[in-house]
């Protein structure tokens, strides 16, 4: 069984930083492509970060651009997501997932997925 194990979420005021981490299981997580994705009450889920097997090209949604940054570790299998500059609008779950192959920022690319770690913005 694959397991991704979120952590690091919780409360912060506006204008703060949170560093999310996820954890894989997976033998083959220096061959996949890694994602964090978020999701807020009444909305869809959204695309935040992806970032390819080698670190190497990385990719974001724009309502985070310039303020996110997503990086990750083979030897440790982890992939992190540092959030600087949090505002509520990023109050969310948030979620990594792993796959192999497609494309980056569309969710059903996506084969595993952790339980999600919450994220509170307030004002």
């Known amino acids: 069984q694959v397991q991704l194990v979120e952590s690091g979420g919780g409360l912060v005021q506006a204008g703060g930083s949170l560093n999310l981490s996820c954890t894989a299981s997976?033998?083959?997580?220096?061959?996949?492509?890694m994602g964090w994705f978020r999701q807020a009450p009444g909305k869809e889920r959204e695309f935040v970060a992806a970032?390819?097997?080698?670190?190497?090209?990385?990719n974001y949604g724009d309502s985070v651009k310039g303020r996110f940054t997503i990086s990750r570790d083979n030897a440790k299998k982890t992939v992190f997501l540092q959030m600087n500059n949090l505002k509520p609008e990023d109050t969310a779950v948030y979620y990594c997932?792993?796959?192999?192959?497609?494309?980056?920022?569309?969710?059903?690319?996506?084969?595993?997925w952790g339980q999600g770690t919450q994220v509170t913005v307030s004002a």
């Open positions: 997976v033998g083959t997580f220096s061959l996949s492509t």
């Open positions: 970032i390819d097997r080698s670190g190497g090209d990385t």
């Open positions: 997932a792993l796959q192999y192959s497609g494309i980056y920022y569309y969710d059903r690319s996506y084969d595993h």
